[in-house]
């Protein structure tokens, strides 16, 4: 569904990366590695149309991204570093307003439900300002559950800041969302339960992609 032709990225005189090429079908995992500073979120930022590459294209179904960029942005759900949370608003508003500017407007109902299971369910109607960094984290991931008809998810760094119980959690989204045929890119330090459901990995230290 996603096909990457020799992406080209440079900051000032200093190239992050260059010449990054690989294809993602559906159910696809891709893990993007590399040391701070390596281009992942700059990586993340183009394929999902918010940023430009030096060289190189994005399609989407055959497309380029620009060409569809509507239509991309409805089948797509980016999640930053930054949670991009209104501070004055409850987790609640923020995850239903969230929804409807994505063109998938979910239910109170539904969003309470998705809160819930990250174990925001005491707090749900609190200012986000009010909140715990682990807190706002899983406030943000919560979206992810109400984005299952979206057919790619990317996802920077999205176990940072997690307890135990919330990584799991995320875990069992992905992969369920993996075996319903979604394709997911994502970042992370840290070890994940969903290693195994790896199939290509792209280190940019290494400026190599292989298959898992």
Request: charged fraction near 20%.
């Amino acid at each position: 569904m996603l096909e990457v032709i020799n992406l080209t990225s440079a900051r000032g005189e200093r190239t992050l990366f260059r010449n990054v090429s690989f294809k993602l079908d559906a159910s696809g995992l891709l893990h993007v590695a590399g040391t701070n500073g390596s281009g992942k979120t700059s990586l993340l930022r183009i394929l999902c149309g918010l940023g430009a590459a030096d060289a190189g294209e994005v399609r989407w179904r055959g497309e380029p991204i620009h060409s569809v960029r509507e239509a991309y942005w409805r089948e797509g759900v980016y999640l930053g570093h930054a949670n991009a949370l209104k501070d004055d608003l409850s987790a609640i508003e923020n995850l239903l307003m969230a929804c409807t500017l994505a063109g998938r407007p979910a239910s109170d109902g539904d969003a309470r439900e998705a809160l819930h299971a990250f174990g925001l369910a005491a707090c749900s109607h609190l200012p986000v300002r009010a909140l715990s960094q682990g807190q706002k984290r899983r406030s943000a991931l919560a979206r992810l559950a109400l984005s299952t008809q979206a057919r790619l998810w990317i996802l920077d760094e999205p176990f940072s800041a997690l307890d135990v119980a919330a990584v799991a959690h995320l875990e069992k989204l992905i992969v369920a969302y993996l075996d319903g045929g979604g394709s997911v890119i994502f970042t992370t330090h840290q070890d994940a339960a969903i290693s195994a459901r790896i199939t290509q990995r792209i280190d940019l230290d290494k400026a190599s992609v292989a298959a898992c």
